[in-house]
């Protein structure tokens, strides 16, 4: 069955880095289009990033633009996102997301932009 894992999430100042990670199995992941989704306390889910079954072609949230770097490593089922000059806004859970026949996510990383 479809699994994604994500990791990475953490406590960081405003102006630091993250990575985090999503782990994929239990489908052909260099088929797939794969997305980050964030979601902050009282919010409603967005979209933060996409990139398609390649790598070629990335889309980002206005909001992160510049700071944010959508990849992929087939090889290793893994999608990325690296996330810089991090903000207090950026604070949320951050979920991994297939569409593939219906919305798979993952269970999410928290990440806290704070000093």
């Known amino acids: 069955q479809v699994q994604l894992v994500e990791s990475g999430g953490d406590l960081v100042q405003p102006g630091g880095s993250l990575r985090l990670s999503c782990v994929a199995s239990?489908?052909?992941?260099?088929?797939?289009?794969m997305s980050w989704y964030r979601q902050a306390p009282g919010k409603e889910r967005e979209l933060v990033a996409g990139?398609?079954?390649?790598?070629?072609?990335?889309n980002y949230a206005d909001s992160v633009k510049g700071r944010f770097t959508i990849s992929r490593d087939n090889a290793k089922n893994t999608v990325y996102l690296q996330m810089n000059s991090l903000k207090p806004e950026d604070t949320a859970t951050y979920y991994c997301?297939?569409?593939?026949?219906?919305?798979?996510w993952g269970q999410g990383t928290h990440v806290t932009v704070s000093s």
């Open positions: 997301y297939l569409y593939r026949d219906k919305d798979y």
């Open positions: 990139i398609s079954s390649a790598g070629g072609t990335t």
């Open positions: 239990g489908f052909r992941f260099s088929l797939y289009r």
